[in-house]
């Protein structure tokens, strides 16, 4: 019996050009890589960082409809956010995205040009067909910036 059922569900899976560890789990695998990420802050208070993401062919068209975000300095969280995308993308075409996220932050600022170290993750919400995916991306860089926050030990900026 099992044999049967096992046979079915491969046969149902050929049928359908689907592979089972999308089937089975859709969000463990990702297509999305971060390229990189920088920093600025041109004011006392305000920044703004530039994430980039590539997003390879899923073998389908995809619509790329947002993405929420974090960003830590050191182990410590800094900035979260959501921005809303449109971008359509086909089947073999490999997505190149550059977005600005800007940030505000109490007025204390590191003197000069300091070594930050970055972590930013999040999921890329994308839309396959009628299926809903949100994909989990995350990277660490270190960037040199002027007139960074500055992080007090023990607490938040």
């Given at each position: ?5 096992g ?16 089937l ?68 073999d ?65």
């Amino acid at each position: 019996m099992r044999a049967r059922c096992g046979a079915a569900l491969l046969g149902a899976l050929a049928l359908w050009g689907c592979r089972a560890p999308e089937l089975l789990s859709p969000e463990v695998r990702t297509p999305v890589t971060v390229q990189g990420v920088s920093a600025e802050f041109p004011a006392d208070g305000r920044g703004r960082f530039a994430l980039s993401l590539s997003v390879a062919p899923v073998g389908r068209p995809v619509a790329l409809s947002g993405v929420d975000w974090e960003i830590w300095i050191g182990e410590r969280w800094f900035a979260a956010g959501v921005k809303p995308l449109s971008r359509e993308v086909a089947r073999d075409e490999t997505a190149q995205l550059v977005m600005d996220l800007p940030v505000a932050f109490d007025q204390r600022v590191a003197p000069g040009p300091v070594q930050l170290p970055l972590r930013v993750r999040g999921r890329l919400h994308a839309q396959l067909g009628s299926e809903e995916r949100r994909w989990p991306f995350e990277g660490r860089f270190t960037v040199t910036a002027d007139g960074a926050p500055r992080l007090e030990p023990g607490g938040r900026e």
